[in-house]
């Protein structure tokens, strides 16, 4: 019989990939909001497998940043470059080649994964560190690639507002 920790590792799993490919191929809406929405659903659903495994620290922070942050800003990049209607229905067959042959790929690899065996020897990993050593090391060894990232983010949101900033004559 099954765990009920297993089930609802199957029900995540599954909402996560649904969600996933709804906002890939999102066949109820050419919307791109609708596509941000799912990718807000996969977050919290993802968010959901780090509570399984006992990451509380990482569903906080996978909600907190990629559900809310960094999701708006997706939203406002949406809604300030004004997609007109031909160019979300226009479809481009090299990319649809490409994320074909990447999903084949990828589908090849988890096959690979699945049917080849485990690793003798391999237990579960011991518990290490805690959020406040997580912070030191953020903030010690790599506080200069944290720094880019949010200076990449501002000018990326700065970049959305001129470029979507309407002439007046």
Do not use: W
């Amino acid at each position: 019989m099954p765990q009920p920790t297993d089930l609802l590792f199957y029900a995540f799993a599954g909402l996560t990939l649904m969600f996933g490919f709804l906002c890939v191929a999102n066949p109820l809406s050419r919307n791109p909001v609708t596509s941000a929405m799912f990718l807000v659903l996969t977050i919290v659903s993802m968010a959901g497998l780090f509570v399984l495994l006992n990451a509380f620290f990482l569903a906080a922070v996978q909600i907190l940043v990629y559900a809310g942050a960094v999701m708006v800003l997706f939203l406002f990049v949406i809604m300030l470059l004004d997609l007109q209607e031909e160019e979300r229905r226009r479809l481009n067959r090299v990319a649809l080649g490409l994320g074909g042959v990447a999903i084949l790929g990828l589908a090849g690899i988890l096959v690979r994964a699945m049917t080849s065996g485990t690793a003798e020897g391999v237990g579960t990993p011991a518990v290490e560190g805690s959020t406040a050593e997580l912070g030191r090391i953020l903030f010690r060894s790599y506080l200069l690639p944290f720094e880019i990232v949010s200076v990449l983010l501002l000018v990326a949101m700065v970049g959305v507002i001129l470029l979507s900033k309407k002439e007046l004559k």
